[in-house]
């Protein structure tokens, strides 16, 4: 049992290119969430998914966008990156009654 | 505002010594309550979590957290700590109602010497 998988797990991006994080989860959650985590700042909540087809804000979405075209993965997308986006980006997926499961994280950094 | 405090960034404890992690929220209800540990480098790992019942949880790694409605508190605890407990420790806050969205403290980092 995987659990929740994040890839890739670490990337060097220019300044204005794109790319696409994916997350996949084997526990049948309803719940999936992208966290950013930067020093000093905790993790702060960019977008959440609770079902299948469905994405939601979070605290610090801009931008970045979503995908949940299935049940079992959530895909973030950064269309022109900033050295702002330098973080670690952290998958979760979760269930009532069970809580929540990380990935191990995605180390991105932006020049 | 809906939120989570530590109030500590940084401990640091003997080894050997007890520790304890503060953590409040701000939500209206009983939200669910989580403690995450992160060693450097790591992902987070899940030491308890509270949803309802008795309010002394029992977690991995010899570690508890105790729910207080009154004081909108849940509060760490480890008897005793190992060096190999040293690592940052982060509170989180499923408030439930507002559409399952897990919230997390700012961390605090716990340093052990010898």
């Known amino acids: 049992n995987a659990g929740v998988t994040q890839t890739p797990k670490f990337r060097v991006l220019k300044t204005g290119q794109s790319m696409t994080l994916l997350c996949a989860q084997d526990m049948n959650h309803e719940y999936m969430y992208w966290y950013r985590q930067d020093p000093g700042m905790g993790l702060r909540l960019i977008h959440y998914?609770?079902?299948?087809?469905?994405?939601a804000k979070g605290e610090v979405p801009d931008g970045y966008n979503v995908s949940r075209l299935k049940k079992q993965n959530f895909l973030l997308g950064l269309e022109s990156a900033a050295p702002s986006q330098t973080s670690v980006y952290f998958c979760?997926?979760?269930?009532?009654?069970?809580?929540?499961?990380f990935g191990s994280g995605t180390r991105l950094t932006v020049v | 505002a809906q939120s989570v405090t530590q109030p500590d960034i940084h401990i640091t404890v003997s080894e050997g010594a007890s520790l304890e992690l503060r953590c409040n929220y701000s939500y209206g209800a009983t939200p669910y309550l989580f403690w995450y540990v992160q060693s450097p480098g790591q992902g987070l790992q899940l030491l308890l979590k509270y949803f309802s019942g008795d309010t002394l949880v029992q977690g991995i790694k010899g570690f508890e957290a105790e729910f207080k409605r009154s004081q909108s508190s849940f509060n760490l605890r480890k008897p005793s700590v190992h060096w190999s407990d040293a690592a940052e420790y982060f509170c989180?806050?499923?408030?439930?109602?507002?559409?399952?969205?897990?919230?997390f403290g700012g961390g605090t980092r716990v340093l052990v010497k010898p």
């Open positions: 998914s609770v079902g299948e087809g469905t994405t």
């Open positions: 979760a997926s979760g269930s009532n009654n069970y809580g929540y499961t």
């Open positions: 989180a806050v499923d408030p439930i109602a507002a559409g399952n969205k897990l919230t």
